[in-house]
Antibody, heavy 120, light 107 residues
Framework: EVQLVESGGGLVQPGGSLRLSCAAS????????MDWVRQAPGKGPEWVGR??????????EYAASVKGRFTISRDDSKNSLYLQMNGLKTEDTAIYYC???????????WGQGTLVTVSS | DIQMTQSPSSLSASVGDRVTITCRAS??????LAWFQQKPGKAPKSLIY???SLQSGVPSEFSGSGSGTDFTLTISSLQPEDFATYYC?????????FGQGTRLEIK
C-alpha cells in the first residue's frame, strides 16, 4: 500500500524558516517524481513544486510564488522528500501535501498533509 | 500560465443522478489532465489521470473524457459518498494549475 506521511508543520513567525518532510513507503520511491501541493484554508489546491528522479538529475520546478524561497530535495536512500521553506510569509499558511507523480506525470497518491501557520 | 476553468462552481443533485462537471483549459493540454475528489477535512483523492484513465481502486461510476481544451468528469449514478468537491488539474506545462473546484451537494 502506498503511504506518504508528512511531518514538520507548525507555527512560525513571518520571515522564519521551516523544513517539511515526507516519508514514503509501499512503492519504489526512487522511480517517481514527487510534488508538493498546498491548500490555504477554504481555498483550492496550489501546486508548489516538483522534483524529478535521479535519471533526470533530480531537477526541480517551482511555482512563481515560492521560487527563490522554497527548495525541494529528496533522499532516495531514506525514501524521503523534503521542502525547505525560508522567508515565510503569512500567505504561505496552508496544509502542505506530499504527492506522488504517476508514470504519465499526473499525480496519483496524496499524503494526509501537514499544517503550516505563518503568524506573529 | 494555463488557466483551468471548471463549471459549474456548485451543483445540487440526488442519489442516483448522473452528473457531469466540465473543465476548460486556456490552451491545448492534449490529455494531460487529472481529476480529484476532496471531502471536508481530508486530503484530495486522485480519480482520473490522462483525462480518461481511472486510478486504481476508483469505482467505475466515475469516468473522464476530453482532449485539447475541453474535458468532462461524469459520475454515472451518484452514491452518498460522492458528495464532495471536485478539482481538475493540468500537468501539461509548468506551473501545474488547478481548476477552482466544483462543490457537489445533496439536493
Amino acid at each position: 500500500e502506498v503511504q506518504l506521511v508528512e511531518s514538520g508543520g507548525g507555527l512560525v513567525q513571518p520571515g522564519g524558516s521551516l523544513r517539511l518532510s515526507c516519508a514514503a513507503s509501499g512503492f519504489t520511491f526512487s522511480d517517481h517524481y514527487m510534488d508538493w501541493v498546498r491548500q490555504a484554508p477554504g481555498k483550492g489546491p496550489e501546486w508548489v513544486g516538483r522534483i524529478r528522479k535521479k535519471a533526470n538529475s533530480y531537477t526541480t520546478e517551482y511555482a512563481a510564488s515560492v521560487k527563490g524561497r522554497f527548495t525541494i530535495s529528496r533522499d532516495d536512500s531514506k525514501n524521503s522528500l523534503y521542502l525547505q521553506m525560508n522567508g515565510l510569509k503569512t500567505e504561505d499558511t496552508a496544509i502542505y501535501y506530499c504527492v506522488r507523480v504517476g508514470p504519465t506525470y499526473g499525480p496519483d497518491y496524496w499524503g494526509q498533509g501537514t499544517l503550516v501557520t505563518v503568524s506573529s | 500560465d494555463i488557466q483551468m476553468t471548471q463549471s459549474p462552481s456548485s451543483l445540487s443533485a440526488s442519489v442516483g443522478d448522473r452528473v457531469t462537471i466540465t473543465c476548460r483549459a486556456s490552451q491545448d493540454i492534449s490529455n494531460s489532465l487529472a481529476w480529484f475528489q476532496q471531502k471536508p477535512g481530508k486530503a484530495p483523492k486522485s480519480l482520473i489521470y490522462a483525462a480518461s484513465s481511472l486510478q486504481s481502486g476508483v469505482p467505475s461510476e466515475f469516468s473522464g473524457s476530453g482532449s485539447g481544451t475541453d474535458f468532462t468528469l461524469t459520475i454515472s449514478s451518484l452514491q452518498p459518498e460522492d458528495f464532495a468537491t471536485y478539482y481538475c488539474q493540468q500537468y501539461k506545462s509548468y506551473p501545474i494549475t488547478f481548476g477552482q473546484g466544483t462543490r457537489l451537494e445533496i439536493k
